[in-house]
């Protein structure tokens, strides 16, 4: 694949907003005791230095090309294997490599760069005139840790700016909506930015743990790392989840909620086994709406009946339905259609009622010790299925009691 010169400047900024390069580059030759060090982007064709430390003004900078195929990097490219050299004169397979020749240096260590896709990115890499001992355990250790750490940063600021386009296209398709704007704007400056915030913290103590030689407490900090991951990529794709449902068309047909409902059980059926569920479905209206969306809404809310269960009492979930005949008056429903009002009720934990005015909000957690963590976007996604169909959704709860999803929605 040839890349662009827009795309491969993007690289280049990309590792460049990793803000522990720098000093990844100083420890690198502080441990090894090499006088150069570097971060290279390596394509099919290009090779190109995103970040250095140059104490032997070995001439490259930011930005560098060299001719990939003068390069040790592009065999690497190749094999995604490591290439270590303490002593090019010695070495069986590098003594009359032109590489070394070329570029006059003795020892050579180069890991690859594997993104999470499996995508070679580029090399970690570090050169010198003169012989080093680079097969010490712990500078191969180094290496490898480094290399992973610079891989998972590259995916996480990846993920980041698909956030941001994610952030645009909610905003502009939001704009309607001061409610969800509202939400947006918390979530782009507190929600998302908690987890880089750790991440960062994390990623500083690694470098640190690795530098003192501490090795128990790296490995600690790169599990709490791989933690910190997994959760910023989980609500990367709630978001993504939530932003599908603001693409237009989809396409609107009669839906039979009566069937919908049993492919919705049909699915959960492990979960709902394993709180002795017990599901009475009363008669169901066909609706219009987006097959799709309509069988999410009663995921969500199926998967949030068993997640607000009562330990050790079996499950009742009730599933009913009636025309809805009371005024629309201070709603956004139209006076011109006619309506049915879907009930949802279970006999859960409950929620307190001081909870219930940020229910629907993004990322909302209700705090109890016996409900399964879970990435509170659920309701936020039935709201905007229902305000999709032009409907209504209120939830009555109390403490204890179970609780009741109120879903009306037009008919015709």
């Not at 949802?344 to 409900?371: A, H, W």
């Not at 905007?384 to 008919?411: E, F, M």
Request: aromatic share 8%.
């Amino acid at each position: 694949m040839n890349y662009s010169d827009e795309e491969l400047i993007k690289d280049i900024e990309r590792v460049n907003r990793i803000s522990i390069v720098p000093t990844l580059l100083d420890v690198v030759c502080q441990t090894t005791g090499m006088g150069f060090a570097a971060i290279a982007r390596v394509t099919e064709t290009r090779w190109i230095t995103c970040s250095v430390r140059d104490d032997i003004q070995f001439g490259l900078v930011q930005g560098s090309e060299l001719k990939v195929e003068t390069t040790i990097c592009n065999e690497i490219r190749d094999s995604f294997q490591p290439v270590i050299i303490n002593h090019v004169k010695e070495n069986d397979l590098f003594c009359n490599h032109p590489t070394p020749l070329m570029y006059g240096f003795q020892s050579y260590i180069s890991y690859p760069i594997i993104l999470k896709t499996g995508e070679f990115f580029g090399t970690l890499c570090a050169i010198d005139p003169n012989p080093a001992d680079l097969e010490n355990p712990k500078i191969k250790g180094l290496f490898m840790a480094f290399s992973d750490l610079i891989s998972f940063h590259l995916q996480q600021i990846e993920l980041l700016d698909e956030s941001d386009k994610t952030a645009r296209n909610l905003n502009r398709q939001l704009s309607n909506s001061l409610d969800e704007n509202r939400q947006y704007r918390h979530i782009s400056s507190h929600t998302l930015q908690e987890p880089l915030r750790k991440l960062r913290i994390f990623s500083g103590m690694l470098v640190d743990s690795i530098r003192n030689k501490e090795i128990e407490k790296a490995e600690q900090f790169a599990l709490k790392i791989n933690d910190g991951a997994d959760r910023f990529s989980n609500l990367i794709m709630s978001l993504s989840d939530f932003s599908i449902l603001e693409e237009n068309g989809a396409t609107v047909q009669p839906v039979d909620l009566e069937y919908t409902v049993g492919v919705v059980k049909a699915e959960l059926r492990f979960k709902l086994d394993e709180r002795d569920a017990t599901v009475n479905v009363g008669n169901l209206p066909t609706v219009p709406g987006v097959p799709l969306q309509m069988e999410q809404l009663f995921y969500h809310l199926f998967d949030n009946a068993v997640k607000f269960s009562k330990k050790d009492v079996p499950l009742l979930i009730s599933i009913s339905s009636q025309e809805y005949t009371r005024s629309v008056e201070g709603t956004h429903l139209m006076p011109e259609k006619r309506y049915v009002e879907i009930k949802f009720t279970d006999n859960g934990i409950g929620i307190d009622r001081f909870q219930l005015e940020k229910i629907f909000d993004m990322f909302s957690q209700i705090p109890s010790e016996t409900v399964q963590e879970g990435s509170g976007i659920g309701l936020s996604i039935c709201r905007k299925i229902i305000r999709n169909h032009s409907g209504l959704i209120t939830i009555h709860s109390d403490q204890g009691a179970g609780t009741t999803v109120s879903i009306i929605l037009p008919t015709s």
